[in-house]
């Protein structure tokens, strides 16, 4: 038994060391401040989330951006106007 949780926290710590490493490439390389891409991936989930983390409704390109919580494909996520008529 003593083994198989030497094994499991063996492979905890090498997730938790990826996930970090994964964690400081992202911050590295996104074209937005820390604290806005941290904000950016808590966005992710849905529209409500955006709004909590003040990013929404956003453009493309911006932060808070999800091509899936841009309904109509028109560029803005989350807006809170409906889609126009065409």
């Known amino acids: 038994m003593r083994d198989i949780l030497k094994f499991?926290?063996?492979?905890?710590?090498?997730?938790?060391?990826t996930g970090l490493w994964?964690?400081?490439?992202v911050l590295q390389f996104?074209?937005?401040?820390?604290g806005a891409t941290l904000r950016h991936f808590w966005a992710?989930?849905?529209c409500g989330a955006?709004?909590?983390?003040?990013l929404a409704p956003a453009r493309r390109g911006?932060?808070?951006y999800w091509r899936h919580l841009d309904r109509d494909r028109d560029?803005?996520?989350c807006e809170p106007w409906p889609p126009h008529r065409r």
């Open 62 to 64: 911006d932060p808070g």
């Open 22 to 25: 994964i964690y400081l490439a």
């Open 50 to 54: 955006a709004r909590q983390v003040g």
């Open 8 to 17: 499991g926290a063996f492979w905890l710590l090498c997730a938790g060391s």
């Open 75 to 77: 560029g803005w996520a």
């Open 44 to 46: 992710m989930p849905n």
């Open 30 to 34: 996104s074209p937005w401040p820390p």
